[in-house]
C-alpha cells in the first residue's frame, strides 16, 4: 500500500479483531501506530509483528496515563489521533445485570475510554490539531432486548462525545464516531466469557431465552447476516483519519445504515416491534 504519513495514531484494544487490522492497516500505510492491548502476552506479539505496543487495560487508570506517556515518549510528544476501540459486550437482561457487572463493564466501554481520551485532549490542544475516532456500534443507537448494558456503555459513549465534539469546535480537533454493525473478530468469544462471569441463568425468569442464548454466543463459526470483515472499518478510520473535514457518523455495514433510517423515520413503537425481535 501506498506510503503516506509517519503520523502517529494510538490504538486501544489491538490483540484481535478491529483494533488488530486496523493497527496494522494504518501500519501499512504509513501511520506511527502504536497498538496498544490489556494483556502483556498480547503486546509482546503486537511487538513481534514489528508494530510499537504498550500495554493500556482501560479498567486501570494507571496502565492509561502509563501508555500515553510511553506514546509520547516514542511519538517525539505527538499524538495525531486516538483511535478508542477496546472494549467487550456483556449480553444479559437488564434485571439480571448486578451494579458490579454494570459497573464494570462501563469501567472498561466509557470510563476507561473517558479517561483516555481527556489525558490525550491537552496533547492535541497544544498541537492545534488531533482526531479522535470512536468506535461505537449500532447499538449505539439502536436498543436491542438482552443487550442493555453494553447499549447502555455505547449510547454513554456517543453522548459524551457528541458534547466532546462540540465543545471542541475551533480547536483543530475532530471527534468521529464509527457505527460498525456485524464485523468478524473476536467480539462473541469475548462476550460469552463477559456473560459467564457475571451472568446466572439458572435464577432469571429468562432462564430458556438465556439457553438460546448461550447457544448463539458459543457458536463461534455462525456468522450474522450482512457481516463484513474488520478492513470495512479499517476504511471508515482512514476516512476519519484523512478527510480535511472528517464526518461526524460513519455508518459500516448494512444493518446500521437500515438501523439509522428507521430510527430517523419510525415513531417510537413501530422501531419497538422491529428491534423486540432482536
Ligand atoms: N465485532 C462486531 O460485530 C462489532 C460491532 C459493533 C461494534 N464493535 C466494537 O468494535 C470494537 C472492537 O471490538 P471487536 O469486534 O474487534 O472485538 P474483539 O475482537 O473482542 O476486540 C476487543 C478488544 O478490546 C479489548 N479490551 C477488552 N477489555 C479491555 C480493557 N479492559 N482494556 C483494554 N482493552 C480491552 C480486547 O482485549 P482482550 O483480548 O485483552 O480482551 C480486544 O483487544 C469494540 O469497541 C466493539 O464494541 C464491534
Keep these: 500500500m501506498e506510503k503516506r504519513h509517519n503520523k502517529s495514531v494510538l490504538i486501544t484494544g489491538c490483540s484481535s479483531g478491529i483494533g488488530l487490522c486496523v493497527a496494522q492497516?494504518?501500519?501499512?500505510?504509513?501511520?506511527?501506530?502504536?497498538?496498544?492491548?490489556?494483556?502483556?502476552?498480547?503486546?509482546?506479539?503486537?511487538?513481534?509483528?514489528?508494530?510499537?505496543?504498550?500495554?493500556?487495560?482501560?479498567?486501570?487508570?494507571?496502565?492509561?496515563?502509563?501508555?500515553?506517556?510511553?506514546?509520547?515518549?516514542?511519538?517525539?510528544?505527538?499524538?495525531?489521533?486516538?483511535?478508542?476501540?477496546g472494549a467487550y459486550g456483556l449480553p444479559g437482561a437488564v434485571e439480571d445485570l448486578s451494579i458490579e457487572a454494570m459497573r464494570d463493564q462501563f469501567e472498561v466501554n466509557v470510563f476507561g475510554t473517558m479517561a483516555l481520551t481527556n489525558m490525550v485532549i491537552p496533547v492535541m490542544r497544544n498541537q492545534g490539531y488531533g482526531r479522535i475516532i470512536q468506535n461505537s456500534s449500532v447499538l449505539g443507537f439502536a436498543a436491542l432486548p438482552f443487550r442493555g448494558a453494553y447499549n447502555a456503555s455505547k449510547f454513554a459513549l456517543e453522548g459524551f462525545s457528541d458534547t466532546l465534539r462540540l465543545e471542541l469546535k475551533g480547536s483543530g480537533i475532530y471527534v468521529s464516531i464509527i457505527e460498525p454493525g456485524p464485523i468478524t473478530s473476536e467480539f462473541r468469544k469475548n462476550a460469552y466469557g463477559a456473560f459467564k462471569r457475571y451472568i446466572d441463568p439458572t435464577n432469571s425468569a429468562h432462564k430458556s431465552k438465556y439457553m438460546q442464548i448461550e447457544k448463539r454466543l458459543r457458536d463461534l463459526d455462525r456468522v450474522d447476516s450482512f457481516t463484513l470483515p474488520p478492513e470495512a472499518v479499517l476504511g471508515k478510520v482512514i476516512r476519519a483519519l484523512e478527510s480535511r473535514r472528517p464526518k461526524i457518523r460513519y455508518y459500516v455495514t448494512f444493518p446500521t445504515h437500515l438501523l439509522g433510517f428507521l430510527r430517523r423515520v419510525l415513531p417510537f413503537a413501530a422501531l419497538d416491534r422491529i428491534l423486540q425481535k432482536g
Design 25 to 85: 492497516g494504518l501500519a501499512e500505510r504509513g501511520y506511527d501506530v502504536i497498538a496498544t492491548a490489556r494483556k502483556e502476552e498480547d503486546v509482546a506479539t503486537l511487538k513481534s509483528s514489528g508494530l510499537k505496543s504498550f500495554r493500556l487495560d482501560l479498567s486501570d487508570e494507571k496502565s492509561i496515563a502509563a501508555a500515553v506517556s510511553a506514546t509520547l515518549d516514542t511519538a517525539g510528544g505527538e499524538i495525531y489521533a486516538l483511535f478508542n476501540n
